[in-house]
């Protein structure tokens, strides 16, 4: 049974993923290690062969672009940031999962 909490927990997070990198880019532009370390910090573990397809996925659609900058401990790093039409998606996001919330809260 514990295999199969797992893999539901699992399943959920990634259907979240997308939404948590956009509220992670809200707050500010980010490299792709100081977002795994936020999703980390909120106990959702993602390694990095899954958030790189996402993220090129999302700045394909417009809603996130990218600068690259020089490292002192490195190669150059390439800093995420939310454009205005990311910021639209974020808000529809956030009026879909508070509806979700209220609704699943009816069936307790």
């Known amino acids: 049974m514990e295999n199969i909490s797992e ?63 020089e490292s002192t401990q490195g190669p150059p790093r390439k800093y995420y940031m939310i454009t205005e039409k990311g910021e639209g998606l974020l808000q529809e996001m956030d009026s879909a999962w508070n509806e979700l919330v209220e609704s699943i809260n009816k069936l307790k």
């Open 7 to 69: 893999n539901i927990r699992t399943q959920m997070r990634k259907g979240l993923l997308e939404y948590c990198i956009l509220r992670i880019l809200s707050k500010g532009e980010a490299y792709a290690s100081s977002i795994i370390e936020g999703l980390r910090t909120a106990d959702m573990i993602v390694v990095e062969g899954t958030l790189y397809p996402l993220l090129i996925r999302l700045k394909n659609q417009g809603v996130l672009t990218y600068r690259w900058e």
